[in-house]
């Protein structure tokens, strides 16, 4: 599967963004998708995860509440909805797909990242 994320910009802070990834290959239903980011000078870390059908989400802690996993099978994407934005989620964002394992975990397909900045 390969993968393409977009959506990322600059934003102020307490604003929204919302990231797409969109994916190519007829059996997207068959991954679970996930997005991460990478800080400068920081260890890419998970962000949130959804499962095959959508049923099950998972989320980093720093990001509960503020951030909407979402994947609409028919289109092939997966959506991040950003909301409450805060400086320290400045990073390039991933998407990411696996068709065995979901949640903070590592995956086999990677996107090219798409850049968030946050100005405080």
């Known amino acids: 599967v390969q993968l393409q994320a977009s959506g990322g910009g600059l934003v102020q802070a307490g604003g929204s963004l919302r990231l797409s990834c969109a994916a190519s290959?007829?059996?997207?239903?068959?991954?679970?998708m996930a997005w991460f980011r990478q800080a400068p000078g920081k260890e890419r870390e998970f962000v949130a995860a959804i499962s095959w059908s959508g049923g099950r989400t998972y989320y980093a802690d720093s990001v509960k509440g503020r951030f909407t996993i979402s994947r609409d099978n028919a289109k092939n994407t997966v959506s991040l909805q950003m909301n409450m934005l805060k400086p320290e989620d400045t990073a390039v964002y991933y998407c990411?797909?696996?068709?065995?394992?979901?949640?903070?975990?590592?995956?086999?397909?990677w996107g090219q990242g798409t850049l968030v900045t946050v100005s405080s």
């Open positions: 990411a797909a696996d068709n065995v394992r979901v949640g903070d975990v590592e995956y086999d397909y």
């Open positions: 290959g007829r059996t997207f239903s068959s991954y679970a």
